[in-house]
């Protein structure tokens, strides 16, 4: 139990759906990270939320919108998503930025028809 | 931005010593990690070393760190098919505000 839970584990969607993903953690962290996992490419960091205030996009297209309500949650909204967007993604929490130890959710295994 | 490679796949036979090495372009990382990624799971943190530290052991694992040549590798001793996953390097900017992964390395462990 990693303390960070991300659902739903597997999504499958067609290019018009709209779904959301969602991370919660229990660690009483503050910082809260999407990552992008493509086969055989390094992660990618899509977002990045501080006392739920966003202060990274890392040049994510408008099609993945994210929410964090709270420290303990974050969503990523999908919309009129392309299949090239199928990865796994990993929502990970830290106690705040600059605290170097981040943990990781179980991911989200997305497949874009 | 950083950029942090590994080479994509590592087979070792049950028993023997496997090592996973990484390098990374951004001398001025505080602390290099090692994950640990088992089929169908996240991300697991398997250790860390900071960056004035040139060896970190932990059971099994040995990390060590040349930072001048920016090589970082991980040992593991006594290598178990439970070992059998991808290993992923990171390093974090010097702000702290983002970690960099390398593309993984899928190690096989051969009963």
């Known amino acids: 139990e990693t303390g960070v839970t991300q659902t739903p584990r597997h999504l499958v969607m067609g290019m018009t759906n709209k779904k959301s993903l969602k991370c919660e953690q229990h660690l009483g962290h503050n910082a809260m990270y999407w990552y992008k996992q493509s086969a055989k490419k390094p992660l990618e960091l899509m977002f990045v939320y501080n006392f739920k205030e966003q202060t990274e996009n890392n040049s994510v297209p408008s099609r993945f919108s994210p929410e964090c309500p709270n420290s303990s949650h974050l969503f990523l909204h999908l919309h009129t998503l392309q299949p090239e967007d199928s990865a796994l993604y990993l929502c990970?929490?830290?106690?705040?930025?600059?605290?170097?130890?981040?943990?990781f959710g179980p991911g989200t295994r997305l497949l874009v028809l | 931005g950083e950029d942090v490679e590994q080479s994509l796949f590592l087979s070792v036979r049950e028993g023997d010593s496997s090592v996973i090495n990484c390098t990374y372009t951004?001398?001025?990382?505080?602390?290099l990690y090692w994950y640990k990624q088992e089929p169908g799971a996240g991300l697991q943190l398997l250790t860390y070393?900071?960056?004035?530290?040139d060896m970190k052991q932990d059971q099994r694992l040995t990390v060590l760190l040349n930072k001048k040549d920016k090589h970082l590798s991980l040992r593991i001793a006594d290598t178990q098919t439970g070992d059998s996953a991808i290993y992923f390097c990171a390093s974090v900017s010097n702000t702290g505000n983002q970690f960099y992964f390398g593309t993984g390395t899928s190690l096989t462990v051969i009963p």
């Open positions: 951004d001398s001025s990382s505080t602390y």
């Open positions: 070393i900071f960056s004035n530290m």
């Open positions: 990970a929490s830290a106690t705040s930025v600059g605290e170097e130890t981040q943990y």
